[in-house]
Each structure stands twice: as C-alpha cells, then as structure tokens.
C-alpha cells in the first residue's frame, strides 16, 4: 500500500497536483510545468498516481509508471461526482485524489505505444475520408448553382472532374479556377485514404488475432484492426456483455420503485468503432432482408419483430459479443446450424 496519494490535473502546460496520504491528511500542493513535472516526481517516493483519462494521460501514465509509481486512469465523468463545489485545477486535483482511492472505482486500462499507434492510423483515415467527402460535397454544390449536375455517388461525381479537368465551357473561367485545387485536393486525399487503407488491411492480415476475427460475418479488416486496437486485452471484461456495453451497443435502463425503463443505448467507449460494427451490421441486415432465405434465423427473426435500425444495432451488439469470445478463447467463427 502506497503512502502517497497523488491527484494530477493534466493540461497541455500547466498541471496542478495535490497529495494525501492514507489518513487525508493534506501533504502538499503543486503547480507545475509541463517540463516541471517528470523531474518533481522522479524524486518522490513510489505513490498512488491518479488522472483523468483524457488527452496525454496515456503518455503521462506510461512515464510515470517508469518511475516506479502506481499510476491509475478514471473516466472524467467519474471523478466529476467528487468535485466539491464550482471548478478549478486545484478542486479537480483534489476530486481525482479522493477519486482514485475509491475501491469500487472504474479504471482506465493505460495504452501502449503500439495500441494508439494503431488507433492514430484509424483516425487519420476516418479524418480525411470526411474531408474527401467536403471537397466532393462543395464540389457539387458550386456547379449545381450552374446547373451542372450528376448522379450520386463516386462515378456521377468523377463525371464532374471529368468535366472540370476538360474545362467545359460551360463552366467560367473564374469557377474553373477555383474548383481545379479542390480536384487536386480531392485526389491527394484519395491517394492517402488509399495508402492508410493498405497499411490496416497488411497489419490484419499479419495478426493472428485480426485474421481470426475475420471469420465472423460483417468483419474486415478494417473492423478487425478497430477491434483489437481499442479493446487490447479482452479480459479485462468479466463477460461478453460488458465488452458490448463498452462499445456501447446496450440500452440504458432506468430502474426506479420496481419499475424498469429501457432506453436507447448508451454510446459509450469508442464512437468509431460502434460506427463499424453498426456499418457491418447494416449492411447484413440489408442482405437478410432482401433475400431471407440464406439468412441468419436469429437476424430474420428480430428484422421481422423489431425496427430495422433496432435489428441492425442488436446485430452490431452480438457481433461485438462473438468478437471478444473469439480474443479470449482463441479458435474462429463457427456459424450456428439451426435445428431441423
């Protein structure tokens, strides 16, 4: 047992600290650097660390674990509960202190470097999918102020570049002149999407795990690689459920004088990895409704019982579920063969 309870307000610059010990009796109080704050630490003895897990509290969990402390991660909303009154550093150093210590406290497993390396790759794709997908949004409204229009999607809109590359008279000049950079863009975004693209499909083809989950209806690679990145070890979740719920793919419920309310889910954990299960489930979804027969009996049956955006999100959930089955147990999927 540490001694020393540290709570640590992190920021970009300035971190506020604040240490008790065992007794909560008030030690001391700091306001640090970001340079300051390695070296200050480095020279107090193994502690109980705690932060919020927000932006470089990997990085910070990881340097201070090295130094021989005990370092503990709390989701922002948890620790809000033990802010006294208003808001400051040094009352939310103090809340992540009293926080921390709280035995029946949910912890942020800290990241490695491999683990947000993989998840940076996911996002710097997602983020230039959605520029790509403003330069061809702006691309089309400025002609179709012209008249200029053409079909959805990817082929109507290469019609468009087509057009603007040839420098249709029916396009002005000043107009071309503006619209050729945003094709330029548009292609340069495209040529990177395509380069991220090929780096997540190589590492989940290289990864055990990844190929596993492959296995599973509705997963790529893409979702394979977004699984195991985020969930990292899948034991940390004592059932399939809680690994569904995380993702937040579960309903709330309201329980309350022996009546229970069942809401919408809850949207926790990871917001893009929830769009890819609920993406891949759709699109199954969408199979199953057209053609029945093949389908799953379970996803037909809960097409024909419940909403279709109801059905797509229970499937993305037990997608979720098989997938944490498969890290922790090892083996692929094997379909369920209904009874004759």
Known sequence: MH????????AKSVFQLHAEDRSGKVLWRKRLRREELEPFLAKQPPALIGMEACGSAHHWGRVLRALGHEVRLMHAKYVKAYVKRGKSDLRDAEAICEAVQRSNMRFVPIKSIEQQTARALERARDLLMKQRTQLTNATRGLLAELGIVASVGLRGFKTLVAKIDAGDSAIPDALLSALKPLVEHWRALHTSIDALEARIVAQAKSDERMRRLQT???VGPI?????VSAIGDPRRFASARDCAAWIGLTPLTNNSAEKTRI???SRQGDHSLRRLLVLGAANLARRAKARPNPADPWLHGIIARRPFKVATVAQAAKTARIA???LCSGGTYRATVPAV
């Open 263 to 265: 809401g919408h889910i």
């Open 324 to 326: 944490w089955a498969l």
């Open 216 to 218: 599973i209806p509705t």
């Open 223 to 227: 979702i394979a690689h977004a699984l």
């Open 3 to 10: 001694t020393t309870i540290i709570g640590i307000d992190i």
